[in-house]
């Protein structure tokens, strides 16, 4: 066990819903990524926060936004959900050191399904 | 355009034998590989990494081999149990760079008793 968790485990929503995603980064770690994974696919970069702030992004829109909160947790928005957005979301904490960082942790994920 | 690949999407070994996991890169920045494992409903488990100034990394029954000149790595696992079966991600990072991991599309292991 990772010591990463999330919440909620599962979630429905609607097309055009927002929704809220939440992780807690394992003790120690200092930095968040968020992962979308598509059936039958490998996990894909969202973004990753820093020290509160977003230190990196993939090739998501902008309807994507994230948080990362004083103690290292954080949380993943998605405002106008598509159909697409339907798939498993991890959230893995690692720790960075200067511009380095090691392995990453990952939580059990949320699994989303937009109808 | 996929940096990481992972050309078997399945595979099936006998337990006991050897399973060879491989995975292929473009990316020549890429200077830290890891593999993961992952059960269905459960998020990716950290298995073994490796860091490109080194060709093997062993780790119990897990040893990942990396070839620098031919953007290829493989993890051996010696001798497969059918806990082992699961699907296996290939991810790399240009560590020193501060970029994520890229991850390969997965492999699914069967250990046959």
């Known amino acids: 066990e990772t010591g990463v968790t999330q919440s909620p485990t599962h979630l429905i929503k609607t097309r055009g819903q927002q929704v809220t995603l939440r992780c807690s980064s394992q003790s120690g770690h200092n930095t968040v990524s968020w992962y979308q994974q598509a059936l039958g696919q490998g996990p894909q970069f969202i973004f990753q926060y820093y020290r509160e702030e977003e230190n990196g992004r993939g090739n998501f829109p902008p309807r994507f936004s994230g948080l990362q909160f004083p103690n290292y947790s954080s949380e993943l928005n998605v405002n106008a959900l598509e159909l697409d957005d339907s798939a498993l979301y991890l959230c893995?904490?690692?720790?960075?050191?200067?511009?380095?960082?090691?392995?990453?942790?990952f939580g059990p994920g949320t699994r989303l399904l937009v109808l | 355009d996929q940096q990481v690949k992972q050309n078997s999407p399945s595979l099936s070994v006998q337990e006991g034998r050897i399973s060879i996991l491989n995975c292929d890169y473009t990316?020549?920045?890429?200077?830290?590989f890891l593999w993961y494992k992952k059960y269905p409903a459960e998020g990716p488990t950290f298995l073994i990494s490796i860091s490109s100034i080194k060709d093997k990394n062993e780790d119990g029954r897990f040893t990942v081999f990396l070839n620098k000149s031919a953007k290829h790595l493989s993890l051996h696992i010696v001798p497969s149990q059918p806990g082992d079966s699961a699907v296996y991600f290939c991810a790399a990072s240009a560590l020193n760079y501060g970029q994520n991991f890229v991850f390969g599309p997965g492999t699914r292991l069967s250990v046959l008793p």
């Open positions: 990316n020549s920045m890429f200077d830290y």
């Open positions: 893995a904490s690692s720790l960075k050191t200067g511009n380095a960082q090691k392995t990453q942790y």
